[in-house]
């Protein structure tokens, strides 16, 4: 990968960390307002689990961009985490913070599919 490769994905990420920081911020005011009224409760509790579920969705993404940016940082960029085969290029360019390889990548949704946790864990570890 070439200098100028690493420094267009270095900025998608930090833009994309600055974002996702925001968004994350912003919700997680929204997941602690209460309401005094007793009527509004439940469907507070509603929008609550929703933004709660959003809210691990981007945590769980912005760990990834994190780790993406450690990666450009040690040089270890654009190298599946798992096989350590180079990723495509045309897969970083649609998700540039991805740790894994197409391959590693259907695998951990087959895996997803079996209820089999040990690839989460290794996505846990490696973010
Ligand atoms: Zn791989």
Redesign the pocket.
Known sequence: MTKTDLNKYRNILETKQGELEHVIRNREAITIEKSPDALDEVQHAAERELAIRNLDRESQLLRNVRGALRRLDDGSYGV?L??E?DISPKRLNAVPWTP??I??QEAVDRSRDENNDSVDELLVNAA
């Open positions: 599946c798992h096989c085969e894994l390889c391959q590693c």
